[in-house]
């Protein structure tokens, strides 16, 4: 016998992601999915991040690893409250961990949340998680044909923050290579060259940030 | 290996909808997989089989059809498969590009016993 099924294989994580959205949404947090491969640079930025917001605009973090709470101590330094959540095995956050974290936060002391993913290029930009924004980090000792490679991510993403480009003469990294094969991708996607190390484009990172904050508490208040 | 979380996701509701209608045991599963999903089909299934063993899909076959990219030009209103995630339109080389195909990741129906 057959049976006509005709449902979303991911349609219990995205019903929880719309519960999440409305979490959001009344407590008027601006959500960011952050995504890149290990050692991209996530922790720090989101550290330089902390720092850069001080006495602006209130910052909390959720942060994804498959083992150990070193990221949220590192973070929680800043006096940002962070929750640490460890996947055991798996490679992603979904909507359902996402949630049980927040009941731990005071989301109505929060303006920009940011969940830090499980470093990982693939399976993070399957499940969304109630976010408003997802956003990449490519980092240029990675290489810049990462975009064809893994295209979901660069597909998904609103903006992509070319990291670690203090290191840029050192590599092989063709920069207008790299923005070509994401746009290819994303015609729309926006890109910033950073450095944690020396700071270059951090303030544009910023104001990319508070713009598309002040953006959705706008909608929020017209709706 | 999104695969396990996606399998898992699968067993759930291809054995919910099988006991609604009272089967005892499911045979096939037939599986809409879009390519931008970058599902890979030996993966799933091995990660399927996993996770449906001791239950009553154990042993089933899960077939996966692959639905290819097309986009469709908002400015010249073009079809289109698109390959190699190049999103420009061929006819007239606009980037205004809407996804029609590619993104499902859908149950379409189970064979039961």
Same mark, same amino acid.
């Given at each position: 016998?057959?049976?006509?099924?005709?449902?979303?294989?991911?349609?219990?994580?995205?019903?929880?992601?719309?519960?999440?959205?409305?979490?959001?949404?009344?407590?008027?947090?601006?959500?960011?999915?952050?995504?890149?491969?290990?050692?991209?640079?996530?922790?720090?930025?989101?550290?330089?991040?902390?720092?850069?917001?001080?006495?602006?605009?209130?910052?909390?973090?959720?942060?994804?690893d498959v083992e150990t709470t070193r990221d949220a101590d590192?973070?929680?330094?800043?006096?940002?409250?962070?929750?640490?959540?460890?996947?055991?095995?798996?490679?992603?956050?979904?909507?359902?961990?996402?949630?049980?974290?927040?009941?731990?936060?005071?989301?109505?002391?929060?303006?920009?949340?940011?969940?830090?993913?499980?470093?990982?290029?693939?399976?993070?930009?399957?499940?969304?998680?109630?976010?408003?924004?997802?956003?990449?980090?490519?980092?240029?000792?990675?290489?810049?044909?990462?975009?064809?490679?893994?295209?979901?991510?660069?597909?998904?993403?609103?903006?992509?923050?070319?990291?670690?480009?203090?290191?840029?003469?050192?590599?092989?990294?063709?920069?207008?290579?790299?923005?070509?094969?994401?746009?290819?991708?994303?015609?729309?996607?926006?890109?910033?060259?950073?450095?944690?190390?020396?700071?270059?484009?951090?303030?544009?990172?910023?104001?990319?940030?508070?713009?598309?904050?002040?953006?959705?508490?706008?909608?929020?208040?017209?709706? | 290996?999104?695969?396990?979380?996606?399998?898992?996701?699968?067993?759930?509701?291809?054995v919910a909808t099988a006991q609604k209608e009272g089967a005892?045991?499911?045979?096939?599963?037939?599986?809409?997989?879009?390519?931008?999903?970058? =599902? !890979?089909?030996?993966?799933?299934?091995?990660?399927?089989?996993?996770?449906? $063993?001791?239950? %009553?899909?154990? +042993?089933?076959? &899960?077939?996966?059809?692959?639905?290819?990219?097309?986009?469709?030009?908002?400015?010249?209103?073009?079809?289109?498969? =698109? !390959?190699?995630?190049?999103?420009?339109?061929?006819?007239?080389?606009?980037? $205004?590009?809407? %996804?029609?195909? +590619?993104?499902? &990741?859908?149950?379409?129906?189970?064979?039961?016993?």
């Amino acid at each position: 016998m057959k049976i006509n099924v005709m449902q979303d294989v991911l349609q219990a994580n995205d019903k929880i992601a719309e519960d999440n959205r409305q979490i959001f949404r009344k407590n008027r947090n601006f959500v960011i999915n952050l995504m890149s491969s290990p050692g991209a640079g996530k922790t720090l930025l989101l550290e330089k991040t902390a720092e850069m917001l001080a006495g602006k605009l209130r910052l909390g973090v959720i942060v994804g690893d498959v083992e150990t709470t070193r990221d949220a101590d590192r973070i929680s330094k800043f006096g940002i409250p962070t929750i640490q959540l460890t996947t055991g095995n798996a490679c992603h956050l979904d909507a359902n961990m996402v949630a049980h974290a927040l009941p731990h936060l005071k989301l109505d002391e929060i303006d920009i949340l940011v969940v830090e993913n499980v470093g990982n290029l693939v399976c993070p930009a399957e499940f969304i998680i109630g976010e408003d924004h997802k956003v990449m980090i490519l980092s240029v000792t990675e290489g810049d044909e990462k975009p064809l490679k893994y295209p979901l991510m660069f597909h998904e993403s609103k903006l992509m923050l070319i990291n670690k480009i203090d290191l840029i003469q050192y590599t092989n990294f063709n920069l207008d290579e790299a923005k070509a094969n994401a746009r290819k991708i994303n015609p729309d996607i926006d890109i910033i060259e950073i450095s944690c190390i020396n700071g270059t484009g951090l303030d544009r990172w910023i104001s990319w940030l508070t713009d598309h904050y002040q953006l959705k508490q706008k909608g929020l208040s017209n709706a | 290996m999104h695969e396990m979380g996606i399998a898992q996701n699968i067993l759930d509701i291809v054995v919910a909808t099988a006991q609604k209608e009272g089967a005892t045991r499911i045979t096939r599963i037939n599986l809409l997989a879009g390519e931008l999903r970058a =599902i !890979e089909p030996l993966q799933l299934t091995f990660c399927f089989a996993i996770v449906a $063993k001791d239950t %009553i899909a154990d +042993g089933a076959f &899960l077939n996966i059809e692959q639905i290819p990219v097309r986009g469709h030009c908002k400015d010249c209103n073009a079809d289109f498969p =698109i !390959e190699d995630y190049i999103y420009v339109c061929p006819e007239c080389s606009s980037s $205004k590009i809407e %996804i029609t195909g +590619g993104n499902e &990741l859908k149950l379409q129906d189970i064979e039961v016993e």
